[in-house]
């Protein structure tokens, strides 16, 4: 390679490398008092709260679409005989 296609290639890299750095380092990113850090860190516990509640109902209704119907009848006879015996057991 020629001297000249080299120096190129090292700007390249170097010019990518300094963009790269310069993103990480954007101003306003980071909170300034610590009622915005906090008022923050709930917005994003909310936003996987409901992430995972979401992904929580599709794997139910994953989980069912699968069963037969036979198999979702006796699941649910079961359930429902186990609920009678817990509140006998009680009372």
């Not at 994003?44 to 599709?58: G, V």
């Amino acid at each position: 390679m020629k001297i000249k296609t080299q120096f190129i290639v090292f700007l390249l890299l170097v010019f990518s490398l300094t963009l790269s750095n310069c993103a990480s380092h954007k101003p306003g990113q980071t909170p300034g008092s610590v009622e915005e850090a906090e008022a923050v860190l709930a917005k994003q516990a909310k936003k996987n709260s409901k992430e995972a509640k979401k992904a929580q109902k599709a794997a139910y209704k994953h989980y069912w679409s699968l069963q037969s119907k036979e198999a979702r009848k006796s699941i649910k006879q079961n359930k429902k005989r186990n609920k009678r015996m817990a509140k006998a057991r009680k009372g």
